[in-house]
């Protein structure tokens, strides 16, 4: 196995970005890029901390991340599991990417940049749904917007629902905790359990 460890190789190989590829870059948002972030409502939020590196969904309904002014984002974290994954890294390294997805395009947006964690009053508030607030909002500090090349979207065919795989047919999460806890964890009633116990704690 041959393994690349040096920059000039790899540019060897790969050879200059294009020049689209450069000119789309953007420092704040603009007009354009404004109409993409709030179109998406499902992003992938990159972290950073001494523990490695992480990447979670987040989904809202409508807008995933709001706009506070030209080179803010905020981001309310909902109802999740606890682990705190993002946020934790959040607090000790500010580094933060955002890969938006936008439904039935293959234009990705991204948003680099450095976040902090706050629980001001007055932005709970503004970010509460059906009365109830989140328990605090990603504050994002732009660095760099850009759309991504929209080929990893059309090669996965990813809003192509004929191609979509037969999901009956994959580990539930039940089964999936159950071969992880052995014998002792009961992961039908776990499956059967969910839903009503997502719908009630969605928000």
């Not at 901390?49 to 709001?66: H, K, L, N, T, Y």
Request: net charge negative; aromatic share 6%; with cysteine.
């Amino acid at each position: 196995m041959t393994i690349l460890k040096d920059i000039a190789e790899l540019e060897q190989i790969y050879g200059p970005p294009s020049v689209a590829s450069l000119v789309k870059v953007a420092t704040q948002i603009t007009p354009e890029y404004r109409a993409w972030i709030a179109s998406s409502s499902f992003c992938a939020l990159a972290t950073v901390g001494p523990e490695g590196v992480d990447a979670s969904p987040r989904g809202d309904m409508g807008e995933v991340v709001f706009e506070l002014d030209k080179r803010t984002l905020a981001m309310p974290d909902r109802r999740g599991n606890n682990r705190m994954d993002s946020l934790r890294n959040i607090v000790r390294d500010g580094r933060v990417a955002l890969m938006l997805l936008t439904k039935g395009s293959s234009t990705v947006t991204r948003v680099n940049g450095r976040a902090e964690i706050s629980v001001a009053a007055d932005l709970l508030e503004r970010f509460a749904v059906k009365g109830k607030p989140p328990r605090s909002v990603i504050v994002i500090h732009i660095e760099e917007i850009y759309f991504q090349c929209a080929r990893a979207v059309m090669r996965a065919g990813l809003w192509d629902v004929e191609n979509w795989p037969d999901i009956s047919a994959l580990p539930s999460a039940g089964q999936i905790l159950q071969a992880q806890k052995a014998e002792d964890f009961d992961g039908d009633a776990y499956d059967k359990e969910w839903p009503e116990r997502a719908k009630g704690s969605i928000w």
